[in-house]
């Protein structure tokens, strides 16, 4: 006797229908729990103010929950899961820089010193801090440690440089928000070209974590069925990088203060 079960609108279906096949990376509840952790790991160290243990949580989240949807539905759900976590993280912390500038202040490496200079960015037109051109060597730093760092450590150490730079961008963001007292400040923070790049490092992350986790190593296998996602990750940090050359003086012209 065929098992019956119910459908979408609770009714039994017919015998013989092929039973549906459950999947996790379309599952909703997957995706609370994956905002449920982002927020977890992002509110707990930031209201403690760790530097340390916060990245360290972020990274290890984050890389789990991605190979979990590499390994059960493919690279688009990846992505997909990668995305959701860092735009939660980015959200979560930007609230609590504008709640709680002190703690999260504690929480970033140099918190006082990078709300100070990019204080001195929006208001008098300073370099900007931690650029591209105030600390070049740190970006081409950051740069090797999501290549290098993903491919080898199935993208924990990748994911580790990733979420450090989008901490630094919330806190940016969070931190004029409160300082001007008004959204300008938030569109301010919001900087188009890290927010390229750190869309670059997320592609790469996904496609360099594979290679160890599924144990493929052919490079023309990833050239052959994810160029798409070769090619858009390479442009998204390339402009980036080239748009921090010119972008933040434009970007101050439109949103800073008086």
Known sequence: MMELYPNSHGQPVPPGTPKPVYELTRDPLFFGTILFFALITTALPAMMGQPNFMPVLQALGLTIFTAIGLRRGGVGPALGVAALWL?????????????????????????????????EWAYAGNILPEGMLAAPLARLGEIAGVVLGSLATVGLLGGWFLVKGVNLLAFGMGSLWREIGSPLGLLLGLAPWRLAQ?????????????????????????????????????????????????LPGLWRALFAPA
């Open 87 to 119: 735009t939660g993280q980015l959200i979560f912390l930007c609230l609590l820089a504008w709640l709680l500038p002190a703690s999260v202040e504690k929480a970033i490496h140099a918190g006082f010193l990078y709300r100070t200079g990019l204080s």
């Open 198 to 246: 750190l869309a670059g490092y997320t592609g790469l992350f996904v496609l360099l974590t594979q290679p160890l986790l599924l144990n493929d190593w052919n490079p023309a296998h990833y050239l052959s069925t994810q160029r798409r996602l070769i090619l858009i990750s390479l442009a998204l940090l390339a402009g980036g990088l080239l748009a921090e050359l010119f």
